[in-house]
T-cell receptor, first 108, second 116 residues
Framework: GQSLEQPSEVTAVEGAIVQINCTYQTSGFYGLSWYQQHDGGAPTFLSYNALDGLEETGRFSSFLSRSDSYGYLLLQELQMKDSASYFCAVAGNTPLVFGKGTRLSVIA | DAGVIQSPRHEVTEMGQEVTLRCKPISGHDYLFWYRQTMMRGLELLIYFNNNVPIDDSGMPEDRFSAKMPNASFSTLKIQPSEPRDSAVYFC??????????????FGPGTRLTVL
């Protein structure tokens, strides 16, 4: 089977940097994805890592270590609009299995 | 371009009633996924289709749930009879190909179902 662990809540100050960690267990592994979901909205894709290392997309970066079954999402220059839930999702024997999500609150 | 379309956006029904949720995937997308999201269980994959054919329905909770995809532009998820524990947000997602299924899926706005 597949399982993912990520913190349930994180709070950070506007303008700061925050890192959301994700560890996973899976039989078969293609890659690790990250999704953002605002309250009342739908999950939207942020990034994908298939290989070890860092992927950068604007203020957001995502990292993967396959040997450690670990990844993280890094959000820089936090803005109030970044307050949302962030999900890691692993692709293995089934297309995507999602973690329970990390609720990020950005405070002034 | 239109994204994934779901209807209704909200549904309130009474226990024992039949509920039908609808989804129109993005045109040209070959894969369609149905998810259920609750606070307790998070976002769970219920079933997915490739070219209108169900590929994996192991996430369907029980026989009360059924899903169909009669053509490339329409899918339904039916619950009969509905129970209060079915209350959740149901999302439909689509992707253009197999590779995208494993990273970037496009989600619809969801249907919030409340069973009284």
């Amino acid at each position: 089977g597949q399982s993912l662990e990520q913190p349930s809540e994180v709070t950070a100050v506007e303008g700061a940097i925050v890192q959301i960690n994700c560890t996973y267990q899976t039989s078969g592994f293609y890659g690790l994805s990250w999704y953002q979901q605002h309250d009342g909205g739908a999950p939207t894709f942020l990034s994908y890592n298939a290989l070890d290392g860092l992927e950068e997309t604007g203020r957001f970066s995502s990292f993967l270590s396959r040997s450690d079954s670990y990844g993280y999402l890094l959000l820089q220059e936090l803005q109030m609009k970044d307050s949302a839930s962030y999900f890691c999702a692993v692709a293995g024997n089934t297309p995507l299995v999602f973690g329970k999500g990390t609720r990020l609150s950005v405070i002034a | 371009d239109a994204g994934v379309i779901q209807s209704p956006r909200h549904e309130v029904t009474e226990m024992g009633q039949e509920v039908t949720l609808r989804c129109k995937p993005i045109s040209g997308h070959d894969y369609l996924f149905w998810y259920r999201q609750t606070m307790m269980r998070g976002l769970e994959l219920l079933i997915y289709f490739n070219n209108n054919v169900p590929i994996d329905d192991s996430g369907m909770p029980e026989d009360r749930f059924s899903a169909k995809m009669p053509n490339a532009s329409f899918s339904t998820l039916k619950i009969q009879p509905s129970e209060p524990r079915d209350s959740a947000v149901y999302f439909c997602a689509s992707t253009p190909d197999s590779r995208s299924s494993y990273n970037e899926q496009f989600f619809g706005p969801g249907t919030r179902l409340t069973v009284l």
